[in-house]
């Protein structure tokens, strides 16, 4: 079954769960919401599409890098005159000196994760060439976080297996330790029977709704090698891809 081989790095990224009052936190790794937008956008998809090909989708995550959690203080609307004022609930304007709204917006920093995308050929292949020529930039979960390698790494018969052995972006590990565990996020059980060890909020539904969905993680020793990070890791990554073509 052919599917997408992807990657998400960036100095910053965010991958939203749903807010509670001001406080705007964000996954350690991507939701499934972040990604099809990400494909959507792809695309040139407007913000409210139903993206009914692209539910069909599924997505196994490798974290490479889980990063950092970082809080940004952030603040709406203050010192603006008072016709652009935020407004309210009600659609009214708020009154002078309670315009200005404090939120907390979390990120990871210095996170990377390698994505094997599967679904059905034609959904693949749309969403593949996409991918490789975006109809708008692509961006890690918010706007403000743009990634700093290509997104779009390689179409394969085999992505999730192919997991095990592109390299990892990240430090190589000390000369006596070959191989460092890596965890993997799964959409769909692993094994058969296997329960999901969470749910998370973050199935897209219309009009802008979310609902559960099960997620399973596994920690395993894999032979991919450690290429580094910059320009190491891209020099193994694309040797690697042109080996296997």
Partial sequence: MTGILAHLSAPMQSWGLQAEHNIHPTEKHPTRSGLI???A????????HPNPDLQHLGFTIRIDRLGQREVDFHTIGGGLPPHL????ADGSLRKEGTSTI???RAY???AAFTLAVTGPADTIDRAARALANPVYAPYLGRRSCP????????????PVAALDHLPLHRPAPAPWDERQPVEF???TAPE????PDRQLRDRPLALRRFTDRDVWYRTRRIPAPDAGLGTAYLTALTDYLESTR
Avoid: C, I, M, N
């Fill in 102 to 104: 404090v939120t907390e």
């Fill in 37 to 39: 937008g990400l494909f």
């Fill in 108 to 110: 990871r920093t210095g």
């Fill in 41 to 48: 956008s792809a695309l040139g998809r407007s913000s409210d």
């Fill in 192 to 195: 058969p029977g296997a329960r």
């Fill in 147 to 158: 990634p700093d390698v290509p997104v779009f790494l390689a179409t394969h018969p085999d």
């Fill in 85 to 88: 004022a935020v407004p309210s």
């Fill in 185 to 187: 996020v799964y959409d």
